[in-house]
């Protein structure tokens, strides 16, 4: 989902799609076609703390979209987001951990820029939230807990990338991103500012 380093991946698959427009059909995106789109993302991040305490966490992500171009350039959308994280601690004589779900909306714009070509770059702004259902438990001593946390609330979102069309009813979709979270994990007045990297699959039911 979230990390603040870029993977070392993202070159190798910039690389691959462009090879792979190479093969696909040149087409463009007009007013009045209809996107369903889903794109993901995951990070795993380990942590050593010192005095052999070290944190592991695993974040996955997933947005599910429904997009419509109002013009070739201008296209809304908006769906849902589910996040599932992991994090564990380690340390002398105790273990914890720390499992919740989230589930939110989004709503964005974006900028489909002109192309003669299979690639199309786009650029795209918006906002949503997130609701968090946490559980938190120390598997030591078997204490547990469920608390009560305030909405997450992402604004702004602001992403970049291309889409590489593959025919005239898809296209596989790579964009860098950047989020400012308040409310972070649930507590009040937390900030956080998250970049990272989606690859998403579109499909175009609808295309004019």
């Excluded at 059909?25 to 789109?37: H, Y």
């Amino acid at each position: 989902m979230l990390s603040n380093r870029t993977p070392r991946i993202v070159p190798i698959l910039l690389a691959a799609l462009l090879a792979t427009s190479v093969t696909v059909a040149a087409s463009s995106l007009n007013g009045g076609t209809v996107e369903l789109r889903a794109r993901g993302s995951f990070v795993h991040h380990t942590f050593d703390g010192g005095n052999d305490v070290e944190q592991t966490a695993n974040v996955a992500s997933l947005n599910c979209d429904l997009g419509y171009f109002l013009t070739s350039m201008v296209e809304v959308a908006g769906g849902v987001i589910y996040e599932h994280s992991s994090v564990e601690w380690t340390g002398p004589n105790q273990e914890t951990k720390d499992t919740d779900s989230r589930i939110g909306l989004m709503g964005q714009l974006i900028l489909n820029f002109p192309s003669s070509g299979a690639i199309v770059p786009f650029v795209g702004g918006g906002a949503g939230f997130l609701s968090l259902d946490s559980k938190f438990e120390n598997t030591t001593t078997g204490y547990e807990d469920e608390g009560d946390y305030e909405k997450i609330y992402i604004l702004p979102r602001v992403e970049g990338g291309i889409r590489v069309l593959v025919g005239d009813s898809a296209s596989i979709n790579i964009a860098g991103f950047y989020e400012h979270r308040k409310n972070d994990e649930g507590i009040e007045d937390a900030d956080a500012d998250n970049m990272g990297v989606s690859l998403g699959i579109t499909i175009f039911p609808v295309r004019r």
